[in-house]
C-alpha cells in the first residue's frame, strides 16, 4: 500500500450521462461493487444528474455524490450556473474547482478558483482543487512552479478559515496533457509531482497539509489503475472517460 491515506476513488463524468443513463449506469455498477471500508468511492455527475444519481444509488450510502462546477454567488441572474447552496441541497458533499477545462476551455482564473475554494469550504461543502500544468511547462522544466502557484493562489484564502476547512481538502493532480489523452502519467510521474504538491501543502498549511489526500487524473484506466494506486504519494485517482462505464469504473474501484 503506497499510502496511509484511505484511498478515493472519484469519477468526473463531465458532460456525459444525463438522469435516464446515470440512473441506469448505477444500476450496473452498484451489482458489481461492493461497498468497502478501506476505500472512498465519490462520484461527480452532470449537475442535471446529480439527483437521479443519488436516488439510483439511495441503498448505497458509502457512494458519495459531488458536483463539477459551481458559482461563488448565493443565487441571482446568473444563467445557466450553480450555486454551492443548491448543490448541497441536491446532495453533494464535494465540488470539483478548477479542472483543467475550466481553466483552459472556459477561462477560469486563479483568483476564481481561489473564491470558488473559499465559498465552498465557507458553506460547510469538501472542495477537490485540480491542478497541473500543460505539456509546454512540463517540457520547460516548470511543472512545480505551475502546480506550487495554482497551490498558493487556490488556497490562499482557506488557509486563513479554521482548521475544518482544511482537513474537508482534497487536491486532484491532473496534468493537462494527460487528461483525455490516453497519455498516462507514468507511476513515477506522478509520485515526483506529488511529492512537490506535499512540500507546497506544508509549507503553505504546516501539519494539516500532511494529511490532505492527492489524487491522481489523466487518462487513468482498469489497466493502469492499480499501478498508479500503489505510486508512493498517490492517495487516490479522478478518473474521466474510464469512469462513464459501469464495468470499467467497478473495476478501477476495486483496484
Ligand atoms: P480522463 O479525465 O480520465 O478522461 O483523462 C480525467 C479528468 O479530467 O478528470
Keep these: 500500500m503506497a499510502s496511509l491515506r484511505k484511498p478515493i476513488l472519484a469519477a468526473n463524468w463531465k458532460m456525459n450521462l444525463g438522469p435516464t443513463a446515470a440512473s441506469g449506469f448505477f444500476e450496473s455498477f452498484l451489482s458489481r461493487y461492493a461497498a468497502r471500508a478501506d476505500r472512498t468511492v465519490i462520484v461527480f455527475p452532470s449537475a442535471i444528474a446529480l439527483s437521479a444519481a ?14 463539477q ?30 479542472h483543467s477545462e475550466r481553466r483552459h476551455v472556459f477561462g477560469e482564473t486563479d483568483a476564481q478558483t481561489a473564491e470558488k475554494v473559499s465559498r465552498v469550504s465557507v458553506l ?24 506550487a502557484r495554482q497551490l498558493r493562489a ?8 479554521d482548521a475544518s476547512a482544511l482537513a474537508a481538502l482534497v487536491i486532484a493532480y491532473e496534468p493537462v496533457w494527460a487528461i483525455g489523452t490516453g497519455r498516462t502519467a ?58 462513464l462505464d459501469p464495468e470499467s469504473w467497478a473495476a478501477i474501484c476495486s483496484a
Design 54 to 67: 443519488r436516488h439510483a444509488a439511495q441503498a448505497r450510502p458509502d457512494i458519495q455524490f459531488g458536483v
Design 69 to 98: 462546477n459551481v458559482h461563488t454567488a448565493e443565487k441571482g441572474a446568473f444563467t445557466g450556473e450553480t450555486s454551492v447552496s443548491m448543490a448541497h441541497d441536491a446532495g453533494a458533499h464535494f465540488v470539483l474547482v478548477g
Design 154 to 161: 487556490a488556497l490562499e484564502g482557506l488557509v486563513k478559515q
Design 186 to 243: 507514468t507511476p513515477q510521474d506522478a509520485s515526483a509531482a506529488h511529492a512537490g504538491i506535499r512540500d507546497e501543502l506544508r509549507s503553505l498549511t504546516g501539519a494539516a497539509g500532511e494529511a490532505i489526500p492527492i489524487l491522481y487524473g489523466g487518462s487513468v484506466t482498469a489497466a493502469n489503475a492499480s499501478a498508479l494506486l500503489a505510486a508512493p504519494g498517490v492517495d487516490g485517482l479522478l478518473v474521466g472517460g474510464a469512469s
Design 124 to 147: 460547510g461543502l469538501a472542495p477537490m482543487l485540480c491542478v497541473g500544468e500543460k505539456i509546454e511547462e512540463r517540457e520547460a522544466g516548470q511543472t512545480n512552479a505551475v502546480v
